[in-house]
């Protein structure tokens, strides 16, 4: 890793920050700006980089931009955005808002709590839908209220569309064998291509209807942040307008791909649901899976742009480019012409969760759980013990009959709203799956089984050490479905019947299925 810029370097010093005191200061940074916090406050300087689509090679465009980040995002954020600041060096010292001759400028923040974060409460769990409900009526009326001109117009029609797609592969090309294969590259860029081609009247329609506006540019679940007062979406783009201004339906889909990332396509849904609701945009719609498509690219692109950046740590590359690939799958499955329906198959302690949880965030799959929706239809907390036998009470043959029947219903639900769902369940019933094959077959969607296979003593030993979750397998309840399960028979192995190795590492078999569909 590169050695810090020098004045990064003497910012770091926490007697730079006299009135915050911090014990220390953090230091964030993105391809184009280092980020100290404090604790109470957040500095931002830009790296002096020109990278085609930004220029902050001088301090004079370093100064224009900060000054225009704060007036831009005071639209969403207007106490949070405090002013610009100089950095000046005198007698060969570095300091904020000192004397001496200005070297750099930062852009002053209130520093946002960490524990109002969408994407870190995304990791977490702790998003209620309500507050995707909010985040919609929030991004609705600011996009009412969002100018818009002739000149702004413009960005929606398709040659600016088709330009800022060209951009995306020109750019992304590189990474070809490092983040995304050739054939999948060639893939996407055709879809584009093809669907440009095919729907220029519905570009002409959005721009007619005004619906191109100078929107936030980069609405995604790290830049909203809730707290006591209200709803801050910060950080908009500030350095290019060609990015800002764009279709509102884009920014739409810019956060809803993102709660696809997350694996919360319920989220997703929510949220787009509540936004038509409020703008009565019922056209965005038509255009939804492309600018998904489209922002996936992007996101996708903005973490390989990681893996050159000197001042980048090799671990957090590691991790880069994984995130890449995952909105590189992401960006595939928003370009299939059908949806799937998923069920896992196989023994309680087989892995299928944790399979499942990770392929819904990589295909944007709605995730429905045999072991939630168990509890939620008897009442019980999510991680409470029924405390009854293997067969009785919450694990009845009724209950067990009513609980198919309802995740089942959800799964249809899903394919009727052109969403692709996965199941997860343990599916030993020849009956039960075939009811899913129906469904597929009943709403025009490709059905796939996933097996997953365990030595049984590997299997025991997992199911022994399980700490309390939502599940209540356990070594008996396996005894007890091993004595009733139908082998998968029914589907010859192969495209449709997966078979999944639990010994092999997650991130593996996910890599295996994902490459099986495309």
């Not at 810090?4 to 220390?24: C, H, K, N, R």
């Not at 070809?176 to 519905?202: N, P, V």
């Not at 980069?218 to 006591?228: N, R, V």
Request: aromatic letters at 8%; a negative charge.
């Amino acid at each position: 890793m590169a050695q810090l810029p020098e004045v990064i370097q003497a910012l770091l010093d926490p007697a730079q920050y006299p009135d915050d005191a911090p014990s220390e200061v953090k230091l964030l940074q993105t391809q184009m700006s280092f980020v100290l916090l404090t604790g109470r406050h957040a500095y931002k300087i830009r790296k002096p980089v020109n990278l085609g689509y930004v220029d902050y090679t001088t301090l004079e465009k370093r100064k224009l931009y900060s000054d225009k980040e704060v007036s831009l995002n005071r639209r969403l954020c207007p106490d949070t955005y405090l002013g610009v600041i100089p950095v000046t060096r005198k007698d060969d010292r570095i300091r904020l808002r000192g004397e001496g001759e200005i070297i750099d400028y930062a852009v002053k923040m209130k520093q946002l709590p960490a524990e109002g974060m969408l994407d870190l409460r995304l990791k977490t769990g702790d998003v209620k839908p309500e507050m995707l409900e909010s985040v919609a009526r929030t991004v609705a009326n600011f996009h009412d209220m969002a100018d818009t001109n002739g000149e702004i117009a413009r960005f929606g029609e398709t040659d600016g569309i088709r330009r800022n797609v060209e951009e995306n592969f020109e750019q992304s090309q590189p990474y070809i064998g490092r983040a995304l294969s050739q054939s999948q590259f060639d893939k996407l860029k055709e879809c584009f291509d093809t669907f440009l081609d095919k729907h220029a009247a519905l570009f002409v329609s959005r721009v007619e209807r005004r619906r191109i506006r100078d929107c936030h540019g980069d609405l995604h679940s790290a830049h909203i942040c809730f707290q006591d007062h209200g709803i801050c979406i910060f950080d908009c783009i500030e350095f290019n307008d060609r990015f800002r201004y764009g279709d509102t339906a884009s920014e739409v889909a810019f956060l809803s791909m993102d709660l696809d990332h997350y694996g919360r396509a319920d989220l997703r849904r929510i949220f787009i649901d509540e936004y038509v609701k409020k703008s009565g945009d019922t056209g965005l719609c038509e255009l939804l899976r492309f600018y998904q498509a489209y922002r996936a690219h992007i996101r996708a692109k903005v973490a390989c742009f990681k893996l050159d950046d000197p001042f980048v740590p090799e671990a957090e590359k590691a991790e880069e480019l994984a995130k890449a690939r995952g909105y590189f799958d992401l960006e595939l499955a928003y370009t299939r012409q059908k949806p799937i329906l998923v069920i896992m198959s196989g023994y309680t302690g087989s892995g299928k969760s944790a399979v499942a949880t990770e392929l819904a965030k990589h295909l944007g799959l709605v995730y429905i759980s045999s072991d939630v929706t168990r509890k939620t239809l008897a009442g019980l907390p999510l991680i409470q013990r029924s405390g009854e036998g293997i067969d009785a009470g919450l694990y009845s043959r009724e209950m067990t009959e009513k609980t198919y029947q309802s995740i089942l219903m959800m799964a249809e639900g899903a394919l009727k709203s052109k969403d692709s769902a996965i199941v997860d369940a343990t599916f030993l019933s020849k009956e039960q799956r075939m009811k899913a094959a129906d469904i597929a077959r009943r709403n025009g969607a490709d059905f796939i089984v996933l097996e997953c296979r365990l030595d049984e003593d590997e299997l025991r030993h997992r199911l022994e050490r399980r700490i309390a979750g939502v599940s209540d397998g356990t070594w008996q309840v396996y005894l007890s479905q091993k004595s009733k399960a139908e082998p998968v028979t029914e589907i010859q192995i192969g495209p449709n019947h997966v078979i999944i190795d639990a010994l092999r590492p997650i991130s593996d078999n996910v890599r295996n299925i994902i490459d099986n569909l495309t």
